[in-house]
């Protein structure tokens, strides 16, 4: 994926659906910067999208695939400075449940985050999605190139 300006660089995630039509992440290409993850997505490599009908097992395959693109783009879950998560419901207990699921991932990790009910997300079957943002550590090294 070509970088949006000389500026800007996108990011495939290796490992996640490339049937996508946006990139994982996006920096900018100085170190000490933001990086911004599109949202993830509860879908395997295959694009199929995983545990139907289950809060709690799609907000498992989204932080795992929301580390992978975070890593594509030169960054860990330490590195998050902002999270929202979207879950498809009208149902607090459900909220409820891809809260626990996120909060027992970020082992408590107190980054300010958004938790969003909404009507209806991108993916048939899809009810859960998480987008953050990082900041890329500012110590020399060069952020990895995009993957293609």
Same mark, same amino acid.
């Given at each position: ?5 000389p500026?800007?660089t ?32 509860p ?7 995983v ?22 783009? &030169?960054?860990s879950?330490?590195? !998050?400075?902002?999270?929202? *998560?979207? #879950?498809?419901?009208? /149902?607090? @207990?459900?909220?409820? %449940? ?22 209806v997300? &991108?993916?048939?079957?899809?009810? !859960?999605?998480?987008?953050? *943002?990082? #900041?890329l550590?500012? /110590?020399? @090294?060069?952020?990895? %190139?995009?993957?293609?």
């Amino acid at each position: 994926m070509p970088p949006v300006t000389p500026r800007v660089t996108l990011h495939g995630a290796p490992g996640l659906f490339d049937g996508v039509p946006y990139a994982y992440s996006a920096h900018r290409s100085e170190p000490g910067t933001l990086l911004f993850t599109a949202g993830a997505c509860p879908i395997d490599a295959a694009g199929t999208v995983v545990a139907p009908g289950d809060v709690r097992g799609q907000t498992e395959q989204v932080l795992a695939n929301l580390v992978v693109a975070l890593e594509a783009g &030169g960054a860990s879950f330490a590195d !998050v400075v902002r999270t929202t *998560v979207y #879950v498809a419901t009208t /149902d607090r @207990a459900d909220l409820l %449940a891809a809260w626990e699921v996120f909060h027992a991932f970020c082992g408590g990790y107190p980054a300010p985050s958004t938790l969003l009910g909404v009507t209806v997300l &991108g993916w048939p079957g899809q009810l !859960v999605e998480i987008e953050a *943002v990082a #900041v890329l550590a500012d /110590d020399g @090294a060069t952020p990895p %190139a995009p993957a293609d």
